[in-house]
Structures are given as C-alpha cells and as structure tokens.
T-cell receptor, first 113, second 115 residues
C-alpha cells in the first residue's frame, strides 16, 4: 500500500542545534516533494519544494534533500531558534495521480532556549 | 490580496444537518482543493478542482460534494453531517495543477464539530 511517514514522536532540541526531520514514502512515484510549516490553529505555510531530479535545495537556514532510491527526504533547520517550533509537514506531488498533493502526518518540533 | 479565505471559522452541527463551507481565493489560481485534518492523520484530500467546471475526488470524498462555477470559489457541502466529520477543514489553492503546480496556499481553516 502507499504510505508517507514522518517521525510520529515530537522532536525536542536545544536552541542553536540542527533539527533534522524525516519523510519516508513507499509505493509512490513523486514528481516532487514539498515541505510546509504549520502553527497551532493555522493553515500550513509552504517552505520549500524539491524536484525528483534534485538532490538538495537550500533556503536560508533550511535544507532539504531528496533521495528517490531510498524514498526519503530529510529536512534540516540549522541554528534552530525557539521561533522554529511548529509542526512540519511533507507532501508529495504524485506524477501518476494527476498531480495530487498527498501529505504526511507531520512532525512536531520544539526548540528550547 | 486577501489570499485564501474560509468561512465560517467555527461551526457546530447536529447529526443529519447539512451545511456549506465557503472558500474563496483572489489570486486567479486554477487549482483548488479541500482537506480535512484529524489528530495523528495529517491532511487528507477530500475533493479538488483543476479549473472552473472541473472537480474530482480525493482520498476521502464520501459525504461531501463540491462544485466550481467560478475560478474564485470552491464551496464544500456536507450533505448529512455525521460525528465522523468532526474535523478541521482547510481549503487550498495553487497556480496550476499537475506536475507544473507549485506551492499551495492554505486558508485559515474551519473547525467543525458534529454532535
């Protein structure tokens, strides 16, 4: 069956450290993958997009990698800050399903000062 | 631009009642979609539309209807509310559909409780 899985347990890290979140998928052929941030009581906000032929993408303190062999994306936040505390969602755009966006369940990140 | 707007923000229904969740966007986006978000389940796609007059089912379409008569509006109708439809509903839009699509813009959500 098709699955997208993110770390189900909350990730707690100290301010200044690098947070690494994982997104694994099975039985999908993604055209590309997106990462979103969601704060409590709000809608998700787009952060980054990485295409299947790209290995890595960076934006300021954010870095995303995409390994189609391992079927995995890693999302890194360097020099983390308490303001980075939120839930982070990965989403696949599936090329053989009309381009629909399929989300993982999200990982809650808490950055302690 | 107001972006994606949703009304109402909160709603309580009794089992069997019907209602329409409103969604509008002012960015001239082709693609619009509805998701529901339940604890531990992530966002699940209910219905989506790739343009005015075109709609299709997502992962969990049962109990919901949609229509897209204009580019701007994409209402979601609950035909006969059930407690299992208690959830937070998000509407989203993006510039285009398919593999050309980019970021999705989400509305603030509607928190629905069915008693």
């Amino acid at each position: 069956s098709q699955k997208i899985e993110q770390n189900s347990e909350a990730l707690n890290i100290q301010e200044g450290k690098t947070a690494t979140l994982t997104c694994n998928y099975t039985n999908y052929s993604p055209a590309y993958l997106q990462w979103y941030r969601q704060d409590p009581g709000r809608g998700p906000v787009f952060l980054l997009l990485i295409r299947e032929n790209e290995k890595e993408k960076r934006k300021e303190r954010l870095k995303v990698t995409f390994d189609t062999t391992l079927k995995q994306s890693l999302f890194h936040i360097t020099a983390s800050q308490p303001a980075d505390s939120a839930t982070y969602l990965c989403a696949l755009v599936v090329s053989n399903q009309g381009g629909k966006l399929i989300f993982g369940q999200g990982t809650e990140l808490s950055v302690k000062p | 631009n107001a972006g994606v707007t949703q009304t109402p923000k909160f709603q309580v229904l009794k089992t069997g009642q019907s209602m329409t969740l409103q969604c509008a966007q002012d960015m001239n986006h082709e693609y619009m979609s509805w998701y529901r978000q339940d604890p531990g389940m992530g966002l699940r796609l209910i219905h989506y539309s790739v343009g005015a007059g075109i709609t299709d089912q997502g992962e969990v379409p049962n109990g919901y209807n949609v229509s897209r008569s204009t580019t701007e509006d994409f209402p979601l109708r609950l035909l006969s509310a059930a407690p299992s439809q208690t959830s937070v509903y998000f509407c989203a839009s993006s510039y285009s559909a398919g593999t050309r699509s980019g970021e999705q813009f989400f509305g603030p959500g509607t928190r629905l409780t069915v008693l």
